[in-house]
């Protein structure tokens, strides 16, 4: 059977999915699916081929989409996505997903986390990490970052069901051991560029993502700075060193060589765009002692671009592709790990989530 | 039996769901019910935690605007809208 590949594209008009053989040259578009509802992050789950699309509609709240067919029907199910009648929280939106050991795990704003054991029909409350440093704070509004994720990021650890990483926006990685039960803060070498009232937590993690060949090879876009761990997360390591800005969304892991990692700088101020209005992606082959700029085919002026932090994303044939998708709708593809890129697509709305699935 | 009439954002998130139909209920709140055992999930797309109806979902009862309490007669028109939001 012919390898497909498919790209998940998140926009604020619904999820696109466009298609592609396995040479990654010319892109095939359909959609908008999901009515149209704004999507935060749309994710394929390998084990059982289906997509989840992380929604939040201004008009009637939130909730996940699924398709078990790759786009053909869609479903909705909000079911046990709340905190209650009578709780302290109340949910606006799902902000990110996460496909792994049989289980569907969704992130929500206020900061929570809920699973689902049948495939998105319905969920359960996991954890609100009650007890966690920061916790008393982080819901409140008047520290509310800007998008108002809440649960900004989530990572599964490949070998081990209860072991996975959670990102509350603003405050920085927990992980947890035991399924969700308990959590420990896992923000060590971080920096900050502001007061910190516990040194624990109060950092603002961007992206986190792991190398596939090497599972406690960790690399993370923050606030401040690119970072990497050895260790899992126990402990983190600067190399922002010779990327333009220090500032960035993005980024994404080499499948097959963990000294490889991508990200997309953008200037730090309100522009939040690839600086000088050039088109760049920034690759380390180094474990981020060096940085090489990868623009050919993209544009080279007057491109004030941004990518958000589920915008970048790798696939793993041979020969990887990479992906980005930007706030104002275009798709670049690279077919050779970032060195030639051309346009997927152009003129969709503004882009939250990329993600790339290959289906043989 | 009140009429409903629904907005053009709900029929593509439920099959089957038309949207003018007549339901049997005393209320607002009850006329949702009627539509959630038919349509299950409908409730959530309209009602958050409160219970409330969702900030930019607005109903109209025979023309003036509702609440989930309000009190429904055997002929009312029951209107409900998708409010401004976005662009």
Redesign the interface.
């Given at each position: 059977m012919a390898t497909r590949v498919v790209l998940l594209v998140g926009t604020r008009k619904g999820c696109f999915i466009l298609e592609s053989d396995e040479a990654r040259r010319d892109w095939h578009v359909r959609g908008p699916f999901c009515?149209g509802w704004p999507i935060y992050n749309a994710i394929h789950d390998a084990e059982s081929g289906a997509i989840y699309a992380a929604a939040a509609?201004?008009?009637?709240?939130a909730?996940v989409w699924r398709s078990p067919d790759l786009g053909e029907t869609w479903e909705?199910?909000?079911?046990g996505l709340?905190?209650?009648?009578?709780?302290e929280l109340?949910l606006s939106k799902v902000a990110g997903l996460m496909a792994a050991h049989g289980r569907i795990v969704a992130g929500a704003e206020a900061a929570g986390l809920f699973e689902s054991h049948d495939g998105g029909a319905t969920w359960s409350l996991l954890t609100t990490l009650d007890g966690q440093p920061g916790r008393t704070k982080w819901n409140m509004p008047e520290n509310q970052p800007p998008g108002h994720l809440g649960i900004a990021g989530l990572l599964a650890d490949p070998d081990d069901r209860n072991r996975f990483w959670a990102v509350v926006q603003g405050w920085g990685i927990f992980e947890t051991t035991d399924g969700g039960m308990s959590w420990t803060p896992r923000n060590e070498g971080l920096r900050a560029e502001w007061p910190l009232e516990d040194p624990r937590v109060n950092y603002c993690v961007h992206k986190l993502v792991m190398s596939p060949v090497d599972h406690d090879r960790l690399y993370q876009q923050n606030h401040c700075g690119m970072h990497r761990s050895d260790d899992a997360g126990k402990s983190w390591t600067e190399i922002t060193e010779g990327l333009p800005s220090d500032f960035g969304f993005a980024a994404a892991a080499h499948p097959h060589d963990r000294e490889s990692f991508y990200v997309i700088p953008l200037d730090a101020g309100h522009g939040r765009c690839m600086p000088d209005g050039q088109a760049a992606v920034w690759r380390t082959q180094d474990r981020g002692s060096s940085w090489r700029k990868l623009t050919a085919g993209l544009p080279d002026r007057n491109a004030y671009i941004g990518v958000l932090r589920d915008g970048l994303a790798i696939d793993d044939l041979d020969t990887p592709g990479l992906y980005f998708g930007t706030s104002t709708g275009q798709v670049f593809a690279s077919n050779d790990e970032g060195e030639t890129w051309s346009a997927a697509a152009s003129y969709l709305p503004g882009i939250s989530s990329v993600e790339v699935a290959v289906i043989s | 039996m009140a009429n409903l009439h629904l907005p053009v954002t709900l029929p593509t998130v439920f099959a089957d769901l038309p949207r003018r139909l007549d339901v049997e209920a005393a209320t607002v709140d009850e006329a949702i019910d009627r539509l959630d055992e038919r349509w299950p999930g409908i409730r959530d797309r309209l009602c958050e935690p409160g219970p409330a109806l969702r900030r930019h979902v607005n109903v109209y009862v025979d023309r003036e605007r509702a609440g989930l309490e309000t009190a429904l007669r055997p002929d009312s028109r029951v209107d409900v809208i998708s409010a401004i939001s976005g662009g």
């Open positions: 009515d509609s201004e008009w009637h709240g909730g909705l199910s909000s079911e709340g905190y209650g009648e009578n709780g109340r | -």
